[in-house]
């Protein structure tokens, strides 16, 4: 949602999720958009937006769920980042990305989080000075 609520911010234009596109629903917006915004019925381009493709299966599901939906649309998939061995489920995409990989909005629900480990000197604190950096005493005392 967030990939296609940006794109969505950007170009002036509705946007909704996957349940409200298979009910005919536009998400609602502001007082600023509410004269932009055309009945669902109105809307013949359609671009189903992920924020990346990693084995295709969500794409394939969403597909699937659509498939004929509304025959009169013209339907595109997108995703911002793809891989090489799973692009090819989509119309395009912005860049090629491969993995391991993780991002900012998903990586506390990541299978590969239970292999990570988190630095967060200088978050929670400010950060330690090479003195003070030994991984011992003088780090304990900082």
Not at 7 to 36: C, M, W
Not at 55 to 83: C, F, H, M, R
Not at 121 to 141: A, F, R, S, W
């Given at each position: 949602?967030?990939?296609?609520?940006?794109?969505?911010?950007?170009?002036?234009l509705?946007?909704t999720?996957?349940?409200?596109?298979?009910?005919?629903?536009?998400?609602?917006?502001?007082?600023?958009?509410?004269?932009?915004?055309?009945?669902?019925?109105?809307?013949?381009?359609?671009?189903?937006?992920e924020?990346?493709?990693?084995?295709?299966?969500?794409i394939?599901?969403?597909?699937?769920?659509?498939?004929?939906?509304?025959?009169?649309?013209?339907?595109?998939?997108?995703?911002?980042?793809?891989?090489?061995?799973?692009?090819d489920?989509?119309?395009?995409?912005?860049?090629i990305?491969?993995?391991?990989?993780?991002?900012?909005?998903?990586?506390?629900?990541?299978?590969?989080?239970?292999?990570?480990?988190?630095?967060?000197?200088?978050?929670?604190?400010?950060?330690?000075?090479?003195?003070?950096?030994?991984d011992?005493?003088?780090?304990?005392?900082?």
């Amino acid at each position: 949602m967030l990939a296609a609520n940006l794109l969505a911010l950007h170009l002036n234009l509705p946007f909704t999720d996957v349940e409200g596109y298979v009910n005919g629903r536009i998400l609602q917006s502001g007082e600023r958009l509410k004269s932009y915004i055309k009945p669902f019925s109105e809307y013949k381009n359609v671009l189903i937006v992920e924020d990346s493709i990693w084995s295709g299966s969500s794409i394939i599901n969403v597909k699937n769920k659509l498939k004929g939906l509304y025959p009169e649309k013209k339907v595109l998939y997108t995703a911002v980042y793809a891989v090489e061995e799973t692009k090819d489920n989509i119309d395009f995409y912005f860049e090629i990305c491969p993995g391991p990989r993780i991002f900012e909005w998903n990586m506390m629900h990541h299978d590969l989080l239970e292999n990570c480990c988190f630095d967060i000197d200088g978050v929670l604190c400010i950060d330690p000075t090479e003195e003070e950096n030994d991984d011992g005493p003088k780090y304990e005392h900082f």
